[in-house]
């Protein structure tokens, strides 16, 4: 799909479909009231009646039969003025671009009317809000792979200031890179594990490297062995798929020290010997849905060339039972040197993660951010609303929340307080790798603490958002894509602060 921005009057194009966007409890603005004088009052007629409404994403669709060059007029709401963020925009633009297919449109324009939002800021959040509203999975449908409707081919956006538009159309272009690889890391996590496995997210890691600017390297078994990684090769013993270490990284910023991504990629989780219950276990093919984060933000970062170093790091693994699996009761020494009794194999992403922010360490970074599907807690505490957070670093966790803000992707904070640290004591190792139902948001945030050094550092568990069970605003039911824009915001926002 193409997004184009250019000057233009909504009423005279000829287009399947116009796009007016209206506030609730406000007059038109000059386009829509310019559109509803052609059409003789019928849009105000139909929010009179009730029939069209203001309120936030709601569409109605309209067919101006000649009055307006338009074939047909989706009206869609932005809420009220005092509540319009850019993610109502996001919302708003997502419900127009979808009403638009279902009718069989494959062009459409859009006046972006009525946000008060600077121009970039919106014209990225238009093009977010299309691109991933628009998103399908469909790759393993063998027939009417489209529902019988075709695909949006374009959105045009009309701007009437040609002023704006310049930096409308540079919000666009930034929304579109932003969402394209979102839409990536969805495709990754619906992806069955049979093939997404470590190797072909190894391999779709490389094929970043030729696309964008930036250096992959995946680490093997022997490897691993060398810098004994024990953690991460006791979860892969059990299966049959051969782990990889997945090291990118991406130099746009001299001098500077790195930042470092951390995302856990666990392919398949089955629980490992401390088998899941078969009830939506089909779910965790979704396991490795920070790894596919990482990369997605750190391809956006070398797409939009930001000024940094940064380093993304990828521990993948399949967690399987078998007569190789490592077992409750196995002690397993760690990259670090510090050692971790196994209580449920289960908890095996924690163990994943140990090993690789211990490789963090080594870049001395400024901060490590991990993400991870890591607590079915999580969604106990938060629901599918929040992304859970805990961290060493204020400054951080504060960039972190205003990011969550900004792209709707929010995050909230749990405390990582000393008396949390007891609940992993082990008998016979350094920590034991589960700490009980209490808490364990943050005990297993508490297991990861210990592999961090003294590097500031924030955690995501993303348990309860990679996933959603029903569609959302611009995100349908299945992988959410989380993560990939929030990284990316903030990595943004931390080039603008360092300049
Ligand atoms: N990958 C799961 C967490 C998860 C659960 C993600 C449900 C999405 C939905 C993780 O590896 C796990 O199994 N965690 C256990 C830890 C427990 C054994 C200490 C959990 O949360 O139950
Ligand atoms: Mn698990
Ligand atoms: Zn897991």
Redesign the pocket.
Known sequence: MKITVKPGKLETIRTDAAVIMIVEGEKPGPVAARVDKALGGMVQRLIKRGECTAKPGSVCLLYPEGKIAAERLIVVGLGKRADLTLDRLRLAAGKAAAAGRSAGAKNIVVAPEGSSFDPAEAGQALAEGSTLGLYRFLKYKSKDKNNGKKEIASITVLMEKASAAGAFQKGVRTGEIIAAQAALVRDMVNSPSADMTPTDIAGIAKGLARKHRLKVQVLERDRMRKLGMGALLGVASGSVQPPKFIIAEYRGGGKRPFVALVG?A?TF?S?GI?I?PSD?MD??K??MSGGAAVLGAIANAAALKLPLNIVALVPATE?MPSGSAYKPGDVLRTMSGKTIEI??T????RLILADALAYACRYKPAVIVDI????????IALGQEATGMVGTSEKYKQKMRAAGEKTGERVWELPLWDGYQDLIKSDIADMK?????DG?VI??ACLLSKFVEKYPWVHLDI??T??TDKDRPYTPKGATGIGCRLLTQFLRDYAAGAK
């Open positions: 856990k666990i989780d629980g401390s899941k939506n779910r965790m979704d396991d967690n209580i449920n289960d908890a095996e992403g991870a599907t890591l607590t079915g807690a999580c969604r790798n589960a700490g009980g139902r364990s005990t297993a348990a309860c990679a996933w």
